[in-house]
């Protein structure tokens, strides 16, 4: 397993560490903070009927805000419904996420404050695996226009269990497709174990069987999982193929809101994974090279209460659509 920085905020290993400035990990960091601020957000919201059922990425910040930051803005990006991390960490504003899972897709409309140009996603899918073809697909088009963009798919463990996973990863190895198929293992594919799942010793080995490279990294290491999705896209856009990544992690809320995971697995379980909290070791880090301090925390901790609490406010501002919306992108007439 690639990793850089352990639970206790240590680098571990500084073969192929990763030059994030500064000014970099700072960035990353305040992204996983906002993320995790829109999630505590977003549960409050469905649970008073604001918003419609919700999937919390809590516990997965690292392995969505670490890999989106190496995406580049030609890139393309297609995500499950549990990635809010990505599109926050790609410039979409969060009242328009709160809208879209308030049942309103005008959230995905791509407005002038969400910095469109970073934004080349298509809306989350919500059937397991669906949109892993729809990302080879986008590279496909890419190599066939002779780019040099790749596509990144975003999914689970769980994800890997459907036929359009393997259709996907076959099609990609063997027309050399510049996609990056990134599987956050959060180790439950809703009350299923991941040993229920496959009996392979990894989730990464599976590339082997496609013909191109799997890589299996800790991914509540930012420097980890940068890397790996680093290498992935430079290695695509050489025209060498696909990569798959599986980012070791833990989902620490419920599956969503209409899940309860007390049900089948420990306590225990969980707080053993709370200490490998993504974001708690990043600061860690941090705080041990002098790059920040409480002072610092407890500013960035208002500044994203503002900003969470003032997205909720845009949300819940917003005209209703017009009932004719409803035939919008139906019907060619």
């Known amino acids: 397993m690639l990793q850089f920085l352990d639970a206790e905020g240590k680098i571990t290993n500084k073969k192929g560490l990763p030059k994030l400035s500064d000014k970099d990990l700072l960035r990353i ?18 649970r008073e009927g604001r918003i419609l059922t919700y999937a919390s990425l809590l516990g997965q910040e690292a392995a969505q805000v670490a890999s989106a930051y190496a995406i580049a803005e030609e890139d393309w990006f297609v995500t499950g419904y549990r990635d809010h991390g990505v599109w926050i960490a790609r410039g979409l504003a969060m009242e328009n996420l709160y809208m ?45 226009k002779g780019t040099k ?24 190895g063997v027309f050399k497709i510049p996609c990056v198929f990134l599987c956050q293992n959060n180790q439950w594919a809703i009350s299923v174990p991941r040993s229920r799942q496959t009996a392979s010793a990894t989730i990464a080995q599976k590339a082997q069987a496609y013909g191109f490279e799997g890589v299996l ?37 419920n599956h969503t809101t209409a899940d309860d995971w007390k049900r ?21 880090y941090m705080e041990k090279e002098t790059i920040w301090s409480e002072k610092r925390e407890k500013e960035l901790q208002e500044k994203e209460k503002t900003q969470v609490l003032d997205a909720v406010k845009k949300f819940e501002s917003v005209p209703p659509p017009a009932p004719e919306d409803i035939f919008k992108y139906l019907y060619a007439e």
């Open 29 to 46: 960091y305040e992204l996983m903070v906002l993320a995790r601020g829109f999630d505590d957000m977003a549960v409050k919201l469905q």
């Open 100 to 144: 879209y899972w308030a049942g309103d897709e005008r959230g995905m409309r791509f407005p002038e404050n969400s910095s469109p140009e970073k934004l080349k996603g298509l809306p989350p899918a919500i059937p397991i695996a669906s949109h892993i073809p729809h990302a080879v697909g986008l590279a496909w088009a890419e190599k066939m």
């Open 149 to 172: 963009n790749a596509a990144v798919a975003y999914f689970g463990d769980g994800a890997t269990s459907k036929g359009d996973f393997h259709e996907a990863m076959n099609f990609a």
């Open 217 to 253: 990294v800790d991914g509540n290491d930012v420097f980890a999982v940068y890397k790996a999705t680093q290498d992935a896209l430079q290695k695509a856009r050489a025209g060498k193929g696909p990569t798959l990544i599986e980012a070791y992690t833990y989902r620490l809320e």
């Open 264 to 284: 089948y697995r420990s306590e225990k379980e969980v707080e053993e994974w709370r200490k490998k909290d993504p974001v708690a070791r990043l600061k860690k």
